[in-house]
């Protein structure tokens, strides 16, 4: 099992930045980590993955430019720094652990979730 605990989100104003960081535990293993977020009303949508070493990293094009995916596996540490945060960036962000070696943008292609930290962008 993968325990996964985000935190970091709050509050901020349009055009601000804001870090999320997802913490892993347990039986930690040689995976994609990714982010999603989810907006009331709507379906979870993909934001952005990375591979265990940290070379490879994608992005929707929603959030290209702005979001920056990065990890750290000696803190077992994956992070989200989001700038330029827009209002429509409002929703629930979740982390997400996936056990195969390959990049994945649906949510059905991740293993392991974390509870979720809400991000507000106010205009």
């Known amino acids: 099992q993968v325990q996964l605990v985000e935190s970091g989100g709050g509050l901020v104003q349009a055009g601000g930045s804001l870090r999320l960081s997802c913490a892993a535990s347990?039986?930690?293993?040689?995976?994609?980590m990714g982010w999603f977020r989810q907006a009331p009303g709507k379906e979870r949508e993909f934001v952005a993955a990375?591979?265990?070493?940290?070379?490879?990293?994608y992005y929707a094009n929603s959030v290209k430019g702005r979001f920056t995916i990065s990890r750290d596996n000696a803190k077992n540490t994956v992070y989200l720094q989001m700038n330029s945060l827009k209002p429509e960036d409002t929703a629930a962000y979740y982390c997400?652990?996936?056990?195969?070696?390959?990049?994945?943008?649906?949510?059905?292609?991740?293993?392991?979730w974390g509870q979720g930290t809400q991000v507000t962008v106010s205009s």
């Open positions: 997400a652990a996936r056990a195969a070696p390959f990049p994945g943008s649906s949510s059905s292609e991740y293993d392991y």
């Open positions: 347990g039986r930690t293993f040689s995976s994609y």
């Open positions: 990375i591979s265990w070493s940290g070379s490879n990293t």
